[in-house]
């Protein structure tokens, strides 16, 4: 698939065995890949929950702050795929 635009890109993608989901927020993409059949809505409210509790940790998500704040994001990353 070739896009021009990042815009362009759809919210869901399907393979043969994969299902990528992704949303943007300030410029980046949030992805999410399922093995099984998934409600790509329940995905979608997963990654903006994802985002929400990124908030409570760095007050605005860039690219810049994710390097800066690394150690934090990985260990709520592992927290939030443990639960």
């Not at 980046?28 to 790509?40: G, K, M, S, Y």
């Not at 809505?41 to 994802?50: A, G, K, N, Q, W």
């Amino acid at each position: 698939m070739e896009v021009k635009d990042a815009a362009d890109v759809p919210p869901v993608i399907s393979s043969s065995k994969w299902e990528m989901v992704h949303i943007q927020h300030n410029g980046l993409f949030l992805l999410a890949i399922c093995q099984t059949e998934t409600p790509p809505l329940f995905v979608i409210e997963f990654l903006h929950t994802v985002v929400e509790v990124f908030h409570h940790y760095i007050e605005e998500i860039t690219e810049e702050s994710i390097k800066e704040k690394f150690v934090i994001v990985y260990q709520v990353g592992v927290r939030i795929e443990v639960s």
